[in-house]
């Protein structure tokens, strides 16, 4: 059985940092494009940055400079380094993973909230 399993959130202040992890575990043959998306209150869930199994990586505009998203293929783990955080950031952050097990579809880790004060 596939999982996807965030880390790493938590509450800071504004200009913080901190550091999302999403682990993959289960009989995994391959892992594609990785992703991180985030919903805030009130708001419809959004892209806030991908990476392709090469490395290629997308962000959304409102973290471009502040965001980095990274993975480690050989544990199966992705992560999200945000700095210079801002209140607009709050969200409960989950995780994405285009993979091939048994069968290829995507997988959704359980989220991990994210609370910026001011």
């Known amino acids: 059985q596939v999982q996807l399993v965030e880390s790493g959130g938590g509450l800071v202040r504004a200009g913080g940092s901190l550091r999302l992890s999403c682990a993959a575990s289960?009989?995994?043959?391959?892992?594609?494009?990785m992703g991180w998306y985030r919903r805030a209150p009130g708001n419809q869930r959004e892209l806030v940055a991908f990476?392709?199994?090469?490395?290629?990586?997308n962000y959304a505009d409102s973290v471009k400079g502040r965001f980095t998203i990274f993975r480690d293929n050989a544990q199966n783990t992705m992560y999200l380094q945000m700095n210079s955080l801002i209140p607009e950031d709050t969200a409960v952050y989950y995780c994405?993973?285009?993979?091939?097990?048994?069968?290829?579809?995507?997988?959704w880790g359980q989220g991990t909230e994210v609370t910026v004060s001011s």
């Open positions: 994405n993973a285009d993979l091939m097990a048994s069968v290829r579809r995507v997988y």
């Open positions: 289960g009989s995994i043959f391959r892992i594609n494009t």
């Open positions: 990476i392709t199994s090469s490395g290629s990586t």
